[in-house]
């Protein structure tokens, strides 16, 4: 079974500065990747994802994310972060056959000035 | 943009009675889902539909809940006989295909007393 692991629940960092947020995950088969992220009393919007290709994966807001298959991670990252960029970021996992997104436990990114 | 609407966006209803939840998907998608985040938690898949059928469902999606497509714009989330561990926000969600990313509403809050 596909799971998913965000070992951050929650990351400070000053506006301007850079951020990582951290995503491991477990699989048996090949995987598609996503980040989505959850502004306060909205829905999920899609940031990135990895189906196969280039493993640098550039999203919306200067987001990107690095597919690692040797060490099964998609961590994403921003060279600098903006005020608005505080939300939740939730990195999801499928598998080819894309029936449904197995969903870590979200990291909270909080930017303060 | 095109955009999965859910309603409504918040529902309160006592334990024990009938609820449905309301979903228009983008008009050109084919996959439906929904998913559920109780408070504090992670988002978790319930079922995926397809052609007018379940095409997968999680072992949270027992007999008291059903999927209907009714006409050909909306999707819904039927719960029988709600209980108070059914309080959580629930996501609709479309997708063109398989193999594609999936396009989620802002999601109803669902609230059983």
């Known amino acids: 079974a596909q799971s998913v692991t965000q070992l951050d629940s929650q990351v400070p960092v000053f506006e301007e500065a850079p951020v990582e947020l951290r995503c491991n995950y477990s699989?048996?088969?090949?995987?598609?990747l996503f980040w989505y992220v959850q502004y306060p009393n909205q829905g999920l919007q899609l940031l990135l994802k990895?189906?196969?290709?280039?493993?640098l994966v550039k999203g919306i807001n200067g987001f990107e994310a690095e597919f690692n298959k040797s060490q099964t991670s998609f961590h994403l990252r921003k060279p600098s972060v903006h005020i608005s960029d505080t939300a939740e970021y939730f990195c999801?996992?499928?598998?080819?056959?894309?029936?449904?997104?197995?969903f870590g436990t979200g990291t909270r990114l909080l930017v303060s000035p | 943009e095109p955009e999965v609407t859910q309603t409504p966006s918040h529902q309160v209803t006592q334990m024990g009675q009938e609820v449905i939840l309301r979903c228009v998907p983008i008009?050109?998608?084919?996959?439906f889902y929904w998913y559920r985040q109780i408070l504090g938690q992670k988002v978790e898949f319930l079922v995926s539909?397809?052609?007018?059928?379940?095409?997968?469902k999680s072992e949270i999606f027992d007999d008291q809940f059903s999927v209907e497509r009714p006409d050909g714009s909306n999707f819904t989330l039927k719960i029988r006989s709600t209980k108070l561990e059914d309080s959580a926000m629930y996501f609709c969600?479309?997708?063109?295909?398989?193999?594609?990313?999936?396009?989620f509403g802002q999601g109803t809050r669902l609230t059983v007393v």
């Open positions: 969600a479309s997708s063109v295909r398989a193999n594609t990313e999936a396009f």
């Open positions: 699989s048996s088969v090949s995987v598609y």
């Open positions: 990895y189906l196969s290709g280039s493993t």
């Open positions: 999801a996992v499928s598998d080819p056959g894309f029936q449904k997104l197995v």
């Open positions: 008009s050109n998608h084919l996959y």
């Open positions: 539909f397809y052609n007018n059928e379940i095409s997968e």
